[in-house]
């Protein structure tokens, strides 16, 4: 090799990245600008962007949203609290081995398929209104409380396969040395199995709380009045959509720092699996 | 006459169609170091797991002591709390300190006081070398250090026989001798021990017996001098020939 080389090579490759990094930039500059000029000539826009886009009506509005996003905040803790231990619950009952824990893994897997298939929104009508209809003595009719019990439902049954494929990603090998050593099944889950497997599936569960916390507008349509239902009223005050961006905007501000959290801890995992270190 | 450390009698295991064990026979006492040779394949590791239930049997019966640890209602964990076993792949808890993989059973299954288990702990673990590796996780360790770990861990247990599933095949060739001298000592020190290995050398140095499987059985079984230098079956003297060619007797 002459004492040249690795300059020259060196050269190049920043050249090929430098030109890669601006087509990437002028493709993206001309579709979005492309984009926007065909919304900007519409021949309705300057309607459109007044009804949508009208900043007295966004300022106007805002703080009564942020008011509201309270209760979506509330909504989201309340049910991510309940729905943590029970996915994980549902998800043990699934792995439960043998003859003996077919009725039991049967009913996990039943109401698994089961809330994953049907529509939330339809869940949450059943329940936010079939339930207090029934006027069962002593049986809560609040909005708000058949509101976290739907949101509940539906993601425990995600966030239980998101679990499932945790526990089953740690190698057999694992029970089968704890178990040698006179742990019992339990344990064994957990002290070896789930410690690991919670783990690996941490980006895999804030994403499906990503989830949860946008969801929380869908509680609307059963009378809680959160941020999406505030906007709603807004807008027929005002006849104007411009808080209902105000609401997209909110959810951005707030969820994009979890996203990026997120994409943070499997950097982190993938460094140290890497380095061979401690996971 | 004592009584043996183990007994088995008739063992016999399949998976699906595959049987493994065929009707294995075999009298450990206590303190005696039996090995088990044969080819892979030929059930050793099968038959450790089977001793130890980590699979479970379809006919025979096993007897740790005076207690048949097959028969029905058996407590699972108790009788495994008494058997140690030290896997190929060292199994070690990849999330947990070495002290920590050390003192998890004794705490968890005997219930001792962290204290006290973790004094125990530090004491094995100087014995063997590994004193100053108390506090890192197994993945910082070498091969040779993470089975000796690995070791201690089931020692812990205070185990009356200990399973030992060739327990170098995962090592490079220059950590095999650490892993291999703990064993030794534990041999001098008294430890009733069924090891699967096919490290021949060592299984002569070390063996009070060998037992030679072939597919399922065992077809021969005597003082290490006899079996390896003068077997009498066929088929043992096949093998033999194979690890002499290979080299590694």
């Given at each position: 090799?002459?004492?040249?080389?690795?300059?020259?090579?060196?050269?190049?490759?920043?050249?090929?990245?430098?030109?890669?990094?601006?087509?990437?930039?002028?493709?993206?500059?001309?579709?979005?600008?492309?984009?926007?000029?065909?919304?900007?000539?519409?021949?309705?826009?300057?309607?459109?962007?007044?009804?949508?886009?009208?900043?007295?009506?966004?300022?106007?509005?805002?703080?009564?949203?942020?008011?509201?996003?309270?209760?979506?905040?509330?909504?989201f803790l309340i049910a991510e609290a309940l729905v943590l231990p029970f996915g994980l619950l549902l998800a043990i009952m699934r792995g439960l081995p043998g003859p003996v824990f077919v009725p039991i893994r049967g009913l996990a897997t039943a109401y698994v398929d089961i809330f994953r298939a049907v529509p939330g929104i339809v869940v949450i009508y059943v329940l936010g209104f079939g339930v207090p209809g029934l006027q069962i003595p002593g049986v809560p009719n609040e909005a708000f409380f058949w509101a976290v019990v739907a949101l509940t439902l539906i993601y425990s049954a995600y966030v239980s396969e998101v679990y499932r494929a945790g526990i089953e990603s740690v190698h057999p090998s694992q029970d089968a040395a704890a178990r040698s050593l006179g742990l019992s099944r339990l344990q064994s889950m957990r002290h070896v199995i789930l410690p690991q497997a919670i783990r690996r599936v941490t980006p895999p569960l804030l994403n499906d709380f990503i989830g949860l916390q946008k969801d929380t507008v869908l509680v609307s349509f059963i009378g809680v009045v959160e941020i999406f239902r505030t906007a709603q009223i807004d807008q027929a005050a005002n006849f104007n959509f411009t808080p209902v961006i105000a609401v997209a905007l909110v959810f951005i501000v707030v969820t994009i720092p979890l996203a990026r959290f997120t994409d943070w801890l499997v950097a982190r995992d993938k460094r140290r699996a890497a380095a061979g270190g401690a996971r | 006459m004592t009584i043996p450390a183990l007994r088995i009698e008739g063992l016999h295991k399949s998976f699906g169609d595959l049987a493994v064990l065929r009707g294995i026979d075999m009298v450990v006492e206590e303190h005696e170091v039996v090995c088990l040779i044969g080819a892979s394949g030929s059930g050793k590791s099968t038959l450790l797991r089977c001793i130890n239930l980590l699979e479970p049997i379809d006919a025979g019966r096993i007897f740790i002591k005076d207690d048949e640890i097959t028969a029905d209602g058996v407590h699972l964990d108790r009788i495994r709390r008494r058997i140690g076993i030290v896997f190929q792949a060292f199994n070690l808890f990849p999330h947990m300190s070495v002290l920590d993989n050390v003192t998890l059973a004794p705490r968890k299954a005997l219930r001792l006081p962290r204290e006290q288990a973790e004094a125990d702990a530090t004491e094995l673990l100087a014995r063997f070398g590994l004193a100053d590796k108390r506090n890192e996780v197994p993945d910082r360790l070498s091969g040779g250090q993470q089975q000796r770990v690995a070791i201690v861990r089931a020692l812990a247990m205070k185990p009356d026989l200990l399973l030992l599933d060739e327990v170098t095949s995962a090592l490079d060739p220059e950590l095999v001798a650490e892993v291999l001298n703990v064993i030794r000592e534990l041999a001098v020190g008294g430890m009733t021990m069924v090891i699967a290995t096919h490290e021949m050398s060592f299984a002569r140095d070390i063996a009070d017996r060998v037992c030679f499987l072939d597919a399922g059985t065992i077809i021969e079984e005597g003082p290490p001098a006899q079996v390896l230098r003068d077997p009498t079956e066929a088929r043992t003297r096949q093998f033999l020939q194979r690890i002499i060619e290979a080299g590694r007797l």
């Open positions: 090799m002459t004492p040249g080389a690795p300059p020259i090579v060196r050269r190049r490759r920043s050249t090929v990245a430098w030109r890669s990094t601006a087509v990437a930039l002028v493709s993206t500059t001309v579709v979005l600008g492309g984009l926007a000029w065909v919304v900007v000539n519409a021949p309705n826009w300057p309607e459109v962007q007044q009804d949508f886009l009208d900043g007295p009506i966004f300022w106007e509005s805002l703080p009564d949203l942020i008011a509201a996003f309270w209760t979506n905040i509330r909504l | -």
